[in-house]
């Protein structure tokens, strides 16, 4: 369907958030070229039904096949609760890679106490995806539980990452997770906008506790699994130089500065599409 | 185009945020029957480029047009921001009623000081177009300046709209405005979220400025206009009870919580249509 070492990765999120997997590829990839799509005109998707959700993941997947990619990576969490199966269905010949399974696995082998927090979208929690990829890496031990946490993400686009406003959201959040996850050693950040709250999250989840919580970035967690993939497909690529990044959106209004933001460098040419 | 006294009022927006003038309209206009759709696969517009604004209200007004509305209400401020001229040349046998043009004419009487601010999206500040509308009515002593506010929409849609979040929210957007506008005696909600957190705006820009400033919810405003309008064009509804409220949305997910919230009632049936 697409080939060749040199062919590029595929990502794909509701809008700019999966810029920081991006980020996370790029820097334990460096050589690797990569093709974003963020859905920006229809962003987010994290309110927005499954069967919808779906039928816009498969579209942008279709529009990152035309494009040659060699991989899929599905930068969103919410589309990779809902949308990870029909797109292994519809798309056999290329390894699709999600946050969720990367995640469940990296949390369940951080943990001590076996006690493990799940953060995200509505969408994503009310999926239990993470719980049921918990249970099947962790085994019916594991304790787990979620609870969403919708402001994060506007206060992560509009650079509002630290201070007292996100302090008083989170602890809003947070304290409703530890009260009923007394013992919780390990949080998965199971949204791609949440990383970049992480310092205050980190901080206010350990206050709560009263001790030590392990972070997992899902991002950070897949980037892993696609090196692995690459490496076991025989399709890393072989170049010394940086590979290119190029990135599409549906919709241009405010990517730049936002884009930029979660991505940890300047965006370069920024396409728009109608798909 | 349409019909009859007894057509109902059509009336869309983005999302959910415009059932807060649907709120207005029934309670001014008890027996006009009002069909409403939520483009909810598409919500927000406030982060989108005007193209597909434009793109996206043409369509709903088709949409409702193809219902056998008697007028258009763009209960939107961004779409009324960037989409209303289009309209008006798409849809000439019919009144096209915005945000907008209410707000800003209340806002000129209201005024005593001339110095007006305006809060809204991003896309709703950045266009202008209250500057406009307030230059229209008040004339070249008007003196007006706008910030936006985006995290105001996901906290009303949170159901977070008092409290100490919301206040410092408040205070760091509103101190801005107050700083470069210290006159200001009239703030307009221009956006259709905000009437949910007036209590909160109100106390915190009194407390800033220092004197009393008079709210304007533009919804509560476009309803007077939608009233005199009906009277102009002799088309006002005749029965005697109260008018039928049909909800259409382009996506159903989260809507009946939130939008019995928005609308202050019980949203009864919703229909989900593909647009």
Redesign the interface.
């Known amino acids: 369907m697409s080939g060749g070492n040199e062919a590029p990765i595929g990502v794909f999120d509701s809008g700019i958030g999966g810029l920081t997997v991006v980020r996370a590829l790029r820097r334990l990839l460096p050589s690797e070229s990569v093709v974003y799509l963020g859905d920006?005109?229809?962003?987010p998707y994290g309110?927005?039904?499954p069967e919808?959700v779906i039928r816009y993941s498969l579209n942008n997947a279709r529009f990152l096949l035309g494009r040659g990619v060699k991989m899929l990576v599905v930068a969103c969490n919410t589309a990779s609760s809902t949308a990870l199966g029909a797109m292994r269905e519809h798309f056999t010949g290329i390894p699709v890679i999600g946050m969720v399974e990367p995640g469940a696995q990296a949390a369940v082998l951080a943990s001590k106490s076996g006690s493990i927090g799940v953060i995200g979208t509505?969408?994503t929690i009310e999926s239990r995806s993470y719980e049921r990829a918990l249970r099947q890496f962790g085994g019916p031990s594991v304790i787990m539980d979620g609870e969403p946490c919708?402001?994060f993400?506007?206060?992560a686009?509009?650079g509002?990452v630290d201070g007292?406003?996100v302090d008083?959201?989170a602890r809003?959040y947070l304290e409703r997770l530890v009260s009923r996850l007394p013992d919780m050693d390990t949080l998965i950040l199971g949204c791609t906008h949440y990383p970049l709250l992480s310092s205050a999250i980190h901080a206010t989840v350990e206050d709560l506790a009263g001790h030590e919580v392990t972070l997992i970035d899902s991002g950070e967690s897949a980037a892993r699994v696609v090196s692995d993939v690459l490496d076991s497909r025989g399709i890393r690529s072989t170049r010394n130089d940086r590979g290119e990044l190029t990135v599409y959106v549906t919709?241009?209004?405010?990517i730049r500065e936002v884009g930029s933001r979660f991505l940890g460098e300047e965006l370069g040419d920024i396409r728009k599409v109608d798909i």
């Open positions: 920006t005109a229809r962003v309110t927005k039904s919808t509505r969408a919708p402001l993400v506007s206060l686009e509009e509002i007292p406003i008083l959201v809003r919709d241009t209004s405010h």
